[in-house]
């Protein structure tokens, strides 16, 4: 197999994640604008998250964690034609799975909405409207997790643009069904569970010709036993019930944090997930990314029993992780008024609403860190098939987490589900690291303390700066000249990104060092 520019291929991939990324922003201003902050959009980011739930569960969760390190092994050690029998499997087992977990949330989709916000009862139209669209939206774990087995496969490959792309066209149905759809729909919120619907179509649809390229589009069989004897499927579904398990973990913390967020003041789910929203933009850029291109590549690593290539990659990975994600932390909390305001603040988002979603964006910036390291330390032990480990600390962080909203609930609301969240992230990071030492995985590699004291010292002055130069703009009342604000926004953060990489060259950094070829 050809190497791989590491450094080139994040960047390529990131590139594309950047567009979905972007899309997504304009999907959520137009959303924004439409909708605003209201117990409607409570009603629909409930029903959405339901599917999203599923689909991790499903798909880039425990299926991708389960399945890529598995069909790795076959790719190196066993050729095409064994590869290519246990894809056929893997899906014909995958697709019936997900239709019988399909068919049955459409029917019990009202316990399900009840179960995952119980103060959404007291509205009972906001609830009716919930339960639609999570029958509407219902389907799309099944399209996305197809998208996400072709992913595993296209990654494996070393095709990962596609699969990086594929979120943009989600993004796109969203903006057009907003100006498009939504003015001539009875009840326009309606709109976004079609929407949904949709992208899950063009996404699995995009994926197909680049599988028929390398040969691996899957075989579909009617009949599930013949693909169960599979000793290959029945491995990757042994894989997935810790897999599952870890996953599940996370998706209750958030059903926790939701239902919570639904017993208090009216429009604290959306605030949080506008918030969310813009944590995806660095999360996307550079966890999402990293953790991509690192686990077939891992898997290779471990396949090949070459232990020093892989702590070079995980090393590789941290360097890259500290260097990006906290300044894009820092920035995050000391721009959280303007960034909320230039992309939010229009039409039926109102200025409390921009208060109240910075609230959270400061919130979920002090656990940024933790959220893309977990990214990026968690397949160190998936490409090894030990899932168990995760999954043994993610039990502690639920626990932790609950905790931490006893305490932050109270005391700052809605944005204490938020601190929560990226703390417990914080720990979980602490404690993969500490599990991957003590299991001799990963050597960290000299030059850390210098590279954390540059760090420092470009991390401050970018505290400084941004908020000295955002301070001169009144962001709210810049309402009225959304291109001037923009430009204002950008101007800070040019200033901000200049300071920030300016202090580090004039202190040693280079670029270079950083600078990868996977084997």
């Not at 490959?157 to 907003?178: D, E, M």
């Not at 028929?212 to 036993?225: A, H």
């Not at 400084?464 to 291109?483: K, L, N, R």
Request: hydrophobic share 55%; net charge positive; charged share 10%.
């Amino acid at each position: 197999m050809p190497r791989m520019n590491l450094h080139r291929t994040l960047a390529a991939v990131s590139g594309m994640t950047m567009v979905s990324r972007v899309t997504g922003l304009i999907r959520e201003f137009l959303i924004a604008r439409a909708f605003g902050a209201s117990s409607y959009t409570d009603a629909f980011f409930i029903a959405f998250r339901i599917p999203n739930l599923l689909r991790r569960l499903f798909a880039e969760g425990a299926f991708s964690q389960a399945f890529v390190p598995i069909l790795a092994e076959y790719k190196n050690r066993k050729g095409d034609e064994a590869t290519r029998t246990l894809v056929d499997h893997v899906a014909t087992i995958l697709l019936w799975a997900l239709l019988l977990t399909c068919v049955l949330g459409i029917v019990a989709a009202p316990a399900v909405v009840y179960l995952m916000a119980t103060g959404l009862k007291s509205d009972p139209d906001a609830f009716a409207a919930s339960v639609v669209m999570t029958r509407i939206m219902f389907p799309y774990i099944v399209f996305m997790s197809l998208v996400a087995l072709a992913g595993g496969i296209l990654n494996t490959w070393r095709q990962f643009k596609v699969a990086a792309f594929t979120p943009v066209l989600l993004n796109l149905s969203f903006i057009a069904a907003s100006l498009f759809l939504a003015p001539f729909l009875k009840q326009p919120v309606y709109a976004l569970a079609i929407a949904v619907f949709v992208g899950g179509v063009l996404q699995l649809a995009i994926q197909i010709p680049p599988l028929i390229k390398i040969g691996m589009l899957p075989r579909l069989s009617l009949n599930p036993r013949a693909a169960l004897s599979d000793a290959g499927v029945r491995r990757v579904m042994r894989q997935m019930v810790p897999a599952t398990f870890a996953v599940s973990v996370a998706q209750i913390s958030l059903i926790v944090n939701t239902n919570i967020a639904s017993h208090l003041q009216n429009g604290s789910v959306s605030w949080l997930s506008y918030a969310d929203r813009l944590m995806e933009l660095p999360t996307g850029l550079l966890g999402v990314a990293l953790g991509t291109i690192l686990l077939p590549s891992l898997a290779k690593a471990h396949a090949d029993r070459d232990t020093v290539e892989y702590s070079s990659l995980l090393d590789w990975g941290l360097r890259l992780t500290f260097l990006l994600a906290l300044p894009a932390a820092v920035s995050l909390a000391s721009l959280s008024e303007p960034i909320t305001t230039t992309l939010f603040h229009y039409g039926k988002f109102d200025a409390q609403s921009v208060v109240m979603t910075g609230r959270a964006l400061i919130a979920y910036g002090v656990g940024l860190i933790g959220l893309i390291v977990v990214k990026i330390l968690a397949p160190g032990f998936y490409a090894r098939q030990d899932i168990r480990t995760p999954v043994k600390i993610a039990v502690g962080v639920l626990i932790a987490t609950q905790l931490m909203n006893l305490v932050f609930v109270p005391w700052i609301a809605h944005a204490g589900l938020a601190l929560s969240i990226g703390l417990g992230a914080c720990l979980n990071a602490l404690f993969l690291f500490l599990g991957l030492r003590k299991r001799g995985i990963y050597q960290a590699r000299p030059g850390w303390a210098k590279f954390f004291g540059q760090l420092a010292g470009a991390l401050f002055l970018l505290s400084g700066v941004t908020m000295w130069v955002a301070g001169h703009f009144d962001w709210i009342a810049m309402q009225a000249h959304p291109f001037l604000r923009m430009g204002a926004l950008l101007l800070v953060m040019a200033v901000g990104a200049a300071v920030y990489f300016g202090a580090l060259v004039l202190t040693g950094f280079r670029l270079a060092d950083f600078k990868r070829i996977a084997r």
